[in-house]
């Protein structure tokens, strides 16, 4: 067809790459569009497509290192980037440029046939909206506007209403749904994995075949969203061809991530296990990494995504060039050059090519590759009530590592550890959960899960990493545009301590009873005491320095000798208060407001004295 399709992730942090996107890029690559992927500042972006129309406007390639400084011009109309331009300045080649700056003051960007924008997690709302409304600029009158994913199918009538555009709701799980003569089911597709190499961001998970082979969950938890994203259970969705397809354009792939929400829940789970095993992820399973070199010149050769491998290949060559001494250096750069090898943008598939004979055996003394362990994650872990020792034995025979099972809540405490038990009896010693919190449960109720894991570690010999998990009303009128809602058992104040915590450990718990106890206490009274400790006090503890003691006795009025201890003198205060005082100074830090206009309200001394431990700064 030779439409021009721009495919866009709003710029949010994202540890995973968008499968969606990626299916997409699939589907318009068949249909012989020319597919285009960006994640990034859409200004910079919108800069970028019109010095690539400069460039080609005028065919000078010996203008191909100034691009940066074109860019520049382009998008803050500064002369100081064309002033380092040789013979630029009031030039045929100014006079050009100069419409491209008009172009982009104005708006007037270089135009698709489609845009395709995937919306992630309702609290990324303000981000995802303000993509969405400027990647208009990007299509044509008559282009088509596709937005999808998450937000899209949580809340439709909103984006609506803050887009102008109808969403796609649900998946691309039929034949037709974007083109009505064609069969294919994008939801089926192999993943383009070519256009993350379009991009500067990098995915903190890659390396790895995504997939699926099963979709939805028998369960229908309340606070969970995949009843509404995946409506109807699929036992089975094969996964060998994919894998096949994705290995003979892309290389192999380290790791399999499969987001299945409850893989146990398939009557064809042993038929799963044993295809992943055909997979190559069997016990012990290792592979040779590929020359991602040749994959990339192989690509180009064939003419796929040539935008992508251009990009990639330059990006060779910048790692290349650290690798050599600087004479090497130099020498390489100066032969880049000539080629006009060192921006993508500027960048030929013939001159690449050409170049291959030079840079090939540089590469393959540089980088030498090792064989390495490979690992399947069932990413979206697996349901603690459905296990049986018979499936864990199962499950033992591929190559899982983490093993994850959700621990939401604590009534499920039995199941749980009766699943982690049968995890250990079979071989598997490297687990992982997700610790739901702020939902219906009480805060203590985090501790005891937490210390369960705790527990089993050194019960079991096995590692147990824990992710505590703050729930989000993601389709609330309230809070789908924040992450502020707070359960109906916790407070501001104690969601804050469980992320001051969190902060210092990266977000997980793993084994160790003195670190877990120093963190969040030995016992359920030490961990009250945590929660309701000023913020400043649980990130250091007891490190504080004399330059601190001095300046709270100058602002309190206090003595506060080499030897107090802050977290002891605030305690002691806290524990002084009375029970009518307590409830007027609990009410205030649950609020976790401590400006002076925030409890200068407050007339008890004693309160107030309390109060004022929490507003020592953590920095």
């Not at 992730?9 to 960006?38: H, I």
């Not at 497509?49 to 065919?59: I, N, R, S, T």
């Not at 903190?204 to 995949?226: D, L």
């Amino acid at each position: 067809m030779n439409r021009r399709v721009l495919l866009i992730e709003p710029d949010y942090k994202n540890k995973y790459p968008p499968m969606g996107l990626m299916k997409l890029a699939t589907y318009y690559r068949r249909l012989e569009d020319d597919v285009r992927f960006f994640k990034g500042n859409l200004k910079e972006f919108a800069a970028r497509l019109l010095c690539e129309e400069f460039f080609d406007e005028v065919g000078d390639t010996s203008l191909g290192k100034h691009f940066p400084k074109l860019i520049e011009h382009i998008k803050t109309g500064k002369y100081a980037p064309l002033d380092a331009i040789p013979d630029f300045r009031n030039s045929e080649l100014e006079r050009k440029i100069k419409v491209y700056r008009l172009r982009y003051k104005a708006e007037d960007f270089p135009k698709f046939d489609i845009v395709g924008i995937t919306t992630l997690f309702t609290f990324y709302w303000s981000k995802t909206v303000d993509t969405i409304n400027f990647a208009k600029n990007f299509c044509k009158h008559d282009g088509r506007m596709l937005v999808g994913g998450i937000s899209s199918t949580i809340l439709p009538d909103e984006i609506i209403k803050e887009t102008g555009i109808d969403p796609h709701k649900g998946l691309l799980n039929a034949p037709g749904i974007l083109d009505n003569d064609n069969k294919d089911i994008i939801d089926e597709l192999p993943l383009d994995y070519s256009i993350l190499d379009e991009i500067d961001y990098k995915y903190p998970a890659n390396n790895a075949y995504f997939g699926y082979m099963t979709r939805g969950c028998v369960n229908k938890c309340e606070f969970c969203a995949v009843p509404r994203l995946e409506p109807d259970y699929r036992d089975y969705i094969a996964l060998k061809q994919q894998i096949k397809e994705t290995e003979e354009r892309f290389g192999a792939q380290k790791d399999l991530l499969l987001m299945d929400n409850n893989v146990f829940a398939s009557k064809f789970f042993d038929g799963i296990i044993d295809e992943i095993k055909e997979c190559g992820f069997a016990k012990d399973a290792t592979y040779m990494p590929p020359s991602e070199y040749s994959l990339a010149i192989d690509n180009l050769k064939a003419n796929y995504n040539i935008r992508a491998y251009r990009k990639k290949m330059i990006g060779i060559y910048d790692r290349l060039s650290k690798k050599m001494s600087e004479e090497d250096a130099g020498d390489f750069y100066r032969k880049r050059e000539k080629l006009n090898l060192l921006y993508a943008e500027v960048a030929t598939k013939d001159n690449i090519l050409a170049f291959d004979d030079i840079v090939r055996p540089l590469y393959d003394k540089a980088f030498r590759n090792m064989k390495r362990a490979r690992y399947i994650d069932f990413n979206q872990g697996v349901d603690a009530r459905l296990v049986t020792d018979a499936k864990m034995a199962k499950l033992s025979e591929i190559n899982i590592r983490p093993l994850r099972i959700a621990f939401d809540h604590y009534s499920m405490n039995k199941v749980y550890i009766k699943a982690i038990k049968s995890a250990a009896k079979h071989g598997i010693t490297d687990l992982s959960n997700y610790l739901l919190y702020n939902y219906q449960d009480k805060p203590e109720e985090l501790y005891y899960r937490m210390r369960i894991n705790i527990d089993l570690c050194e019960e079991l010999g096995v590692t147990i990493y824990s992710f505590p998990m703050k729930y989000h009303p993601i389709d609330d009128p309230n809070y789908y545009r924040n992450r502020d809602y707070v359960g109906k058992n916790w407070n501001r104040k104690f969601i804050r301590a469980i992320q001051a915590v969190l902060n210092a450990t990266k977000g997980k718990i793993g084994r160790g009873k003195a670190f877990f106890e120093e963190a969040f206490g030995k016992d359920i009274d030490e961990y009250n005491k945590i929660l309701w400790m000023p913020e400043a006090f649980i990130i250091y503890r007891r490190k504080y320095d004399e330059e601190l003691r001095t300046r709270l006795a100058d602002r309190y009025q206090s003595h506060y000798d080499d030897e107090s201890n802050l977290v002891n003198e605030w305690w002691d205060k806290f524990n002084a208060l009375d029970e009518k005082q307590l409830q007027v100074a609990k009410d205030i830090i649950a609020s976790n407001r401590f400006a002076y206009e925030d409890i200068e309200h407050c007339r008890d001394k004693f309160v107030r004295e309390v109060l004022e431990y929490y507003r020592i700064k953590r920095d």
